[in-house]
């Protein structure tokens, strides 16, 4: 088979769906047009404050607006620097003033100062819409888009604070407001309003007198406080800002205030009033890469998902139902209760499977309040529901950031809404796409390990050619590569909760065995790789401590494997570990031999008594070591078998390494039955010494021949020689070439050898 052109065409398929996916998906960046580098929105900062901007260049000319603070920028742009004034109007006591800014490399962001104090710096953001202008035709429009305004800047969009201001009379004072001073003002009137329930209903559409006193109600409070809204000669309704006497002692009255000292910032945190869990949620989803989406996922009853899609789907859900939120529409955070003694839950929307509801979780106090278990599995549908509702006048403060999902589903509505006919939870565009994915990951999995088997194949080749990989390798890379990238599909198809719940047990599975096998049969390779090295080192104990570390990682792959499989079964590790500690001592009992072989192993690795190829004797077993694994150390005998010893014993034995000898010992002792005259015997011992001291085989300053004994039968000789070779086979053939010339050197001498008894070392 051709390989290479098969993978290289593949490869193009491959990369033409997944540019497709990555351009429908993400969308193409825009870079800064380099004709008008300033042109766009800026969000910008300084010291005490921010805002947005927004600027058009033309030609070396830009000019801006700051709508949060009325004023306007007029500059001159040399390149990336830009330098002009700033003013708040066209009076010369109106404020005013110089800056100058230098744009960065990448047109995203910028620095300066306002002449040479203050500094300055801003960063670009995606065009938006603008905030459309408050509508000031009655009380309820005043009231309900002041409200509105006001959310949105609690949120982060400072640039409402002016836009609420719009709807705001204020009191008249002896020196003009500055625009600081008047965002101040306003944000103080909302600390007042924020803690009251309003219900738009509860505000008249129409009103004949030219003021009207709306009475704000706070819950678990007696509290009430009149708001005045004046309307004027242009028929503009707007709230009268009320006394700074009137501002002091509404804030000390307020519910859960004491000495006028509002709580802290951040209290809504608690979840313990309805509006303070939906004001966390959608500060959460706002912030949802800062906390990685701890905050908004705090808000939410994630009990109905069991543990293996839990963490997985709460950001599906979070999306969901933020978006649900969008489409139901909020004219702000206090139309909802904040009163939390009062345990009956919040019903926010109605539908027919539970709709949206945020209710105490537990029967304590201070138990917190989140959306429930039912809101939460069922957000797709809530959302999938609000759908096709009219586009609300109002939506909730804050933002979020659109998913692949989303944007995927946006492009079918626009351009094939016939695919949104629903199968179950899920919509035919799901499943298509699904699909398509599947199959495009099986054909990258196959290219991928096809390669990587040739590849392997070829590094661990020898001389006479390419080793082939087991079938089943293949099949387990292939698994494992498409496994893994359909791990990606769910977050970006958004698979319904109730089709992943069986799927990813299967496929976990499926994935966990595959890494087992695949890592399995790399550590086979990689052993067979680093023994060829550590055999051609000296170190006596590279082989040993390679098999054993080789061992010790299958152990943990296996261990590893059965971890992961459990997971995905939604097993809890927490009751896992209870029952390896429980059972752990039942386990050590019943395989005591088990285990003392395993130390015993470890012990063998540290001692270091011999290597791979050595020849020892131990109590019994004698032969060469072949292997030394995590539970048995293998040797090969005399009769080419092999005897498998535990560890556990073999680490108690008094082991002699025969590999280790410097030299090998040759203990003759020769027997001269005839002919043993003194001259005769000194002949042939002078013989024996001129002929062990020729062979370079013989160590010859320990070389010790001589009469040790008389018999009445026999003069005995003793020879003690220490020979240095390398092999079995070469001591063989030195002591027959030696014992041939002694037969002959006693032949010459007149003398008559009887057999031989010899002691010599293996």
């Not at 098969?6 to 429908?24: P, S, Y």
């Not at 206090?334 to 949206?356: E, K, T």
């Not at 695919?419 to 999995?445: R, Y």
């Amino acid at each position: 088979m051709n390989l290479i052109p098969t993978a290289r065409k593949h490869a193009c398929l491959c990369a033409a769906l997944l540019l497709c996916l990555v351009c429908t998906t993400s969308g193409f960046s825009q870079a800064p047009d380099q004709s008008g580098l300033w042109s766009g929105r800026w969000q910008t900062h300084w010291s005490d404050g921010g805002g947005q901007i927004k600027l058009l260049q033309r030609g070396a000319v830009v000019t801006g607006t700051y709508p949060l603070y009325g004023m306007r920028l007029e500059a001159t742009a040399e390149g990336r620097s830009l330098s002009g004034k700033w003013s708040a109007g066209d009076s010369p006591t109106d404020e005013h003033g110089e800056f100058i800014v230098t744009l960065s490399k990448d047109g995203r962001m910028f620095s300066g100062r306002f002449g040479n104090r203050g500094w300055w710096t801003g960063e670009r953001i995606v065009q938006t819409k603008d905030m459309a202008a408050i509508s000031l035709r009655s009380p309820r429009d005043t009231v309900l888009g002041f409200l509105v305004a006001c959310n949105r800047a609690q949120a982060g969009l400072k640039d409402a604070w002016g836009l609420a201001a719009e709807a705001v009379e204020f009191a008249a004072g002896p020196e003009a407001l500055t625009s600081t001073t008047r965002l101040s003002r306003v944000a103080s009137l909302f600390e007042i309003i924020d803690p009251a329930t309003i219900h738009a209903w509860d505000i008249p559409d129409s009103v004949a007198a030219d003021t009207y006193v709306m009475r704000l109600t706070f819950a678990g409070s007696d509290v009430v406080f009149p708001l005045t809204l004046h309307r004027d000669a242009q028929g503009d309704w707007r709230i009268v800002e009320p006394s700074e006497t009137e501002r002091v002692d509404a804030l000390k009255a307020l519910p859960g205030r004491a000495n006028g000292k509002a709580p802290a910032a951040d209290s809504y945190k608690q979840l313990q009033n309805p509006r303070a869990t939906m004001r966390a949620f959608l500060e959460g989803m706002t912030h949802w890469k800062e906390d990685n989406g701890a905050l908004a996922c705090s808000t939410m009853d994630l009990s109905g998902f069991p543990d293996v899609i839990r963490e997985s789907n709460a950001e599906m859900s979070a999306l969901y139902l933020r978006h649900a939120l969008d489409n139901i529409g909020m004219i702000g955070l206090q139309s909802i209760p904040d009163d939390g003694a009062n345990r009956s839950p919040y019903v926010h929307f109605v539908q027919g499977l539970g709709g949206i509801v945020i209710a105490p979780i537990g029967s304590a106090a201070d138990a917190p309040w989140q959306f429930t278990r039912l809101t939460v599995k069922n957000a797709p549908m809530s959302f999938h529901t609000t759908a096709s509702l009219p586009t609300p006048e109002f939506t909730p403060p804050g933002s979020f950031e659109r998913s692949p999902y989303f944007t995927l589903r946006g492009l079918v509505v626009d351009y094939a809404p016939f695919l949104l006919v629903g199968i179950g939870q899920a919509e035919v565009w799901q499943v298509i796409l699904g699909l398509s994915g599947l199959a495009l990951a099986i054909i990258c999995a196959r290219v991928i390990a096809a390669l990587i088997v040739r590849w392997l194949s070829c590094l661990t080749g020898t001389d006479e050619g390419v080793t082939p990989q087991p079938r089943w390798f293949r099949l387990s890379i292939t698994m494992l590569i498409v496994v893994s990238v359909m791990m990606q599909i769910p977050g970006i198809l958004a698979i319904p909760a109730n089709f992943r719940v069986h799927t990813i047990p299967v496929f976990g599975s499926v994935v966990c065995i595959a890494a087992v096998l695949v890592a399995w049969r790399l550590l086979t390779l990689i052993s067979a790789f680093l023994s060829i090295r550590a055999a051609r080192t000296e170190k006596r104990t590279d082989d040993i401590l390679l098999a054993f570390t080789i061992a010790l990682l299958r152990l943990g792959v296996v261990a590893g494997g059965f971890l992961g499989i459990a997971k995905v079964l939604s097993f809890s590790a927490t009751n896992i570990i209870a029952g390896l500690g429980i059972g752990g001592l039942a386990f050590a009992f019943a395989s005591r031999e088990t285990l003392s072989n395993i130390f015993g192993a470890g012990i063998l690795v540290s001692d270091r008594p011999f290597r791979r190829g050595d020849w020892i004797v131990a109590d019994g077993v004698e032969g060469s070591v072949e292997e030394v694994g995590i539970r048995s150390t293998r040797v090969r005998t005399f009769a080419d078998s092999i005897i498998v010893v535990p560890n556990g014993k073999l680490a108690d034995s008094t082991i002699n390494n025969l590999g280790t000898r410097r030299h090998r010992l040759l203990d003759l002792k020769l027997f001269v039955t005839e002919g043993g005259t003194p001259a005769r015997l000194h002949s042939f011992i002078e013989a024996i010494r001129t002929r062990l001291e020729g062979d370079p085989s013989f160590v010859a300053k320990e070389t010790k021949v001589g009469v040790v004994g008389l018999t009445a039968v026999a003069v005995e000789i003793q020879l003690t020689a220490y020979m240095d070779l390398p092999s079995d086979r070469a001591e063989s053939d030195t002591r027959h070439s030696l014992l041939t010339d002694l037969m002959q050197a006693a032949e010459a001498s007149g003398l008559t050898l009887s057999k031989a008894m010899e002691r010599s070392a293996k």
